[in-house]
C-alpha cells in the first residue's frame, strides 16, 4: 500500500480515432469502463491521452511479471526528450534485456502534458521478482559497459536538465493484456 499514489493503472491501446470515440460514448455511462460497484470505491481518476513514443518487448512472454512504472516531467522539446531517450535511456533497457531481466519497455509520451503530473512515463516490465530483485546490480553492469559510450556517458552527465523524476511504482499486472 501506498497513499502517496496510485492504486491501479489501466492501459488502453485504441486503433482507430472511431475506437476513441466509442470509448468516450461508453465513458458518458461508466466511467473508465468501470461497474458502478467499483466506481463507489473510487475516489479520483486520472486520464492521460499518450503516443508509444519507443516500445520494445523480448519473443519470451514472461508469466510473473512485475512492472516498474516511472514517471517524468520533461524539461525540454519532444524531440530533444527524444533525442535524450535514444541515446541514454532505450541502450540501458537493451542491455537490461540482454541481461535476461527485462521483458518489455514502453516509452509514452503525454499527447496533452499541460497540467497532468506528468509528461512522459516509462514502463518497464521485469520477467519476475527475481528479476526484478537485480534490478540495481544489473543497472550497475551495463552503466559501467555503457560508460565506454561517448555519447552515453555525455548523456548520462546532463540528465538531470531533461527530466524530473516522478514517485516511481512498482506494480503488478491483474489481468492478461
Known amino acids: 500500500a501506498d497513499s502517496d499514489n496510485w492504486d491501479a493503472m489501466a492501459q488502453l491501446t485504441f486503433s482507430s480515432s472511431a475506437n476513441v470515440e466509442r470509448w468516450k460514448k461508453l465513458e458518458q455511462t461508466t466511467p473508465a469502463g468501470l461497474p458502478p460497484k467499483a466506481l463507489a470505491l473510487i475516489t479520483s481518476i ?36 527524444l533525442k535524450y531517450a535514444d541515446d541514454y535511456m532505450i541502450p540501458q533497457f537493451d542491455g537490461w534485456m540482454a541481461e535476461l531481466v527485462l ?64 514517485q516511481v511504482v512498482i506494480a503488478d499486472q491483474l489481468s492478461l493484456h
Open 46 to 81: 486520472h486520464t492521460t491521452p499518450v503516443e508509444v513514443a519507443r516500445t520494445k518487448k523480448t519473443s519470451e512472454a514472461p508469466i510473473n511479471s512485475v512492472f516498474v512504472v516511472i514517471p517524468y516531467v520533461t524539461m525540454v522539446s519532444i524531440g530533444d526528450y
Open 103 to 166: 521483458s518489455q519497455y514502453d516509452l509514452l509520451l503525454g499527447s496533452f502534458p499541460a497540467g497532468r503530473p506528468w509528461s512522459a512515463m516509462v514502463i518497464l516490465e521485469y520477467k519476475d521478482e527475481e528479476a526484478l530483485a537485480k534490478r540495481n546490480e544489473v543497472v550497475a553492469k551495463v552503466r559501467a559497459k555503457l560508460m565506454t559510450n561517448p555519447t552515453w556517458k555525455a548523456v548520462s552527465e546532463n540528465k538531470k536538465s531533461v527530466r524530473d523524476e516522478k
